[in-house]
């Protein structure tokens, strides 16, 4: 609701639904009446818009555009109604004023923010558009650039930012409603006209139409097959290029085909899946909600390889002081460089810069190859290589070092959390953090929990994810987890495509296409090819210990391709020597260019093998790669590793480059329909009997029989006789 009340000659109207005040019909009701009294009442000069509990609003209730209660575009007139008014209307903008809480303020005419405020049109990121007028209006006032980045990026900027841009009049450090009502008493009486920000021009550019063209070039480019940020620049064009009235009909249109659109559906379930995993629960009953989180004060990073560097830049850019130990002065060396220099660039990007950071405090941040100097901390991320024996040697070391309560972490991508944490007396305090790489880039944290792990351990491995700005999703422990696990079906259907006659090139394309960022083959080449070589020679599928007469694409009578492990024997790792699936330019170049000798060692390898070369069609090629993986996930939800699909979904889109605008590899797959799902698999699985991957999960044939019911229903039908957990 919004509460109307009258102090001298000033009416406030607080908008009020806690926690963010996002603006339900409710709430948008109470606004309109709040105004018309305000209007109607002789002894009211001025009005003043502000928020309950420090924050102005978070916008229109993202839950309210899939109601099918909701009852048109009630926030536009409502907008235009603040700008009519007779009296000066202040914006008093304190904590957030985000979507249609942005749209109320620049229907203001006047805005007062806290210095700690921030604000933003971020609709884009949830499928939508500012369909309240503010494509319309926010280029009137900050002119088109600044209005085209924010509108179509959605970012956030900082109360400094809005002044300096124009969006605010003003920012203050104390009571920003005790100040918003002084500046309403100081402009009574003065003339609105020139505040109606619909009765100002757009600012003109000299080369409008270069900036414009230039523009939807780079946003088109950006948004990857999500509709939003193209339809948002329409609508700023439009303001560009017709009167406001005009504008406002077709930013309503555009508003009406993103609402009604899929993509709306799925960003709007992503936004709410993000909070939804951090609700973690365990099948042994622990949860956020009765597990406390332990202080992490001072934390310690072992191995300054690629991961532990991101791990050390993270921290220290949250604040918390840290500990880096190698394992000699040569690595040691290296790695303090590497991560100087990853500080200073991120140091560049912060408003303080290198003071703000202070990485050059000792205090803050010390480089050490004494495990002694890790006997006080309270948390210690191990990110040596993948090696069990030697991350089980580091724990036990930790065990007998660390101090009692101090909790241990294994960043591993596969690895089993039970067998490292036996190499300890301590197993309740051992957890998996897979961070992805870059390691203070990525905002993914898969947390793996073991047999013994406390729910103290999780939840404070959770508070460090939200401390370091990362999103934390509680897994189970099993190979590869859940991220890894369900990439290894889709990198095997890739491999095997190319087998059967496609290319790198081809399978690359139909993927990104469909949204990722990027496709199997160019992220195996970034990653490495060695990496998984090197894994794959661990379990004994390639190299010297493979038993002689062993079936050059058979393993353990399932489907096996030799394709990886015999470009890694030609030296092609990928770009790091120049050479893998593709070409590149030098060694560590990025620029893939497909490569005729892959094209003819594939014809070799296919006739050496007796496999006849076939066109494989674009369908084909996504339904395998995604559908295997979607497969993978049935089986996880089934097994209890993870408590819901929703956590998948979370941990595809942050870490694994799955598009956003599709919700989700387990979204896609109830949008696609799970009996149609199932169809293909066992059409795949007939054709391809020696692969298991292929062969429908049991969870997806159940959800099936049982009608396919929403998402929201999958765990009701998981049984719980069989949690692997
Ligand atoms: C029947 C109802 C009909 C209603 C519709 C009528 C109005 C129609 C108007 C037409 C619209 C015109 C165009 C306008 C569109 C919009 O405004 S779209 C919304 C744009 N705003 C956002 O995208 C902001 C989203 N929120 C955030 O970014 C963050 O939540 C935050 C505000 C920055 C706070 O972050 P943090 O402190 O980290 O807390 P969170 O955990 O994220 O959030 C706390 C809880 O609040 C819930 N929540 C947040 N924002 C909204 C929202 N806009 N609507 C509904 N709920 C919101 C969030 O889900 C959390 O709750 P739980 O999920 O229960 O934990």
Redesign the pocket.
Known sequence: MAQYARGSAVAVIRLRNP??N????AV?QALEDGLKKADADPSVKAVMICGENGKFS????????S?P??HG????PIVSLIESCQKPVVAAIEG?A????L?VALGCHYRIAHVKARMGL??V??G?L???E?TQRLPRLIGVPAALDMITTGK?IPATEALKLGLVDEIVEENTIEAAIRLANKVIGQPLGPRRLSLKPVPKLPNMEAFLQEAAVKVKKQARGCLAPELCFQAVRAATETPFAQGVRREREL?QVLLSSGQARALQYA??AE??V?RWATPTGASWSSAAPQPVRRAAVIGLGTMGRGIVTSLVKANIPVVALEQDLEYLNKGRKAVMLLLEREAVKMEGGAQSLDFHNPARLQFTVDFDLLHDVDLVIEAVFENMALKKEIFHKLSKICKPGALLCTNTSALNIDEIASATSRPQQVIGTHFFSPAHVMRLLEIIYGRHTSPTAIATAMQLAKALKKVGVVVGNCFGFVGNRMMFPYVEQAVFLLEEGSRPEAVDRVVEDFGFKIGPFRMSDLAGLDVGWRSRQGQGLTGPSLPAGTAARQRQGQRYSPLPDLLCEHGRFGQKTARGWYRYERAGGRTATPDPWLHSFLAQYRDTHGIKTRFIDQEEILERCLFSLINEGFAILAEGIASGPEHLDVIYVNGYGWPKHTGGPMFYASIVGLPRVLAKLQKYSEAHPDVPRLRPNAFLKKLVAAGNPPLKDWMSYVSRQSPKL
Do not use: N, Q
Not at 22 to 25: D, F, G, K, N, V
Not at 58 to 65: L, V, W
Not at 73 to 76: A, Q
């Open positions: 926690p963010v996002a603006l339900s019909l948008l978070a916008g229109a209730d993202i839950r309210g555009f109601s209660k909701r575009l009630g926030l536009g957030v985000l979507g249609g809480g749209e971020p609709e990121t949830i939508l500012p369909g309240a503010g956030h508003f936004f709410f909070r939804a951090h």
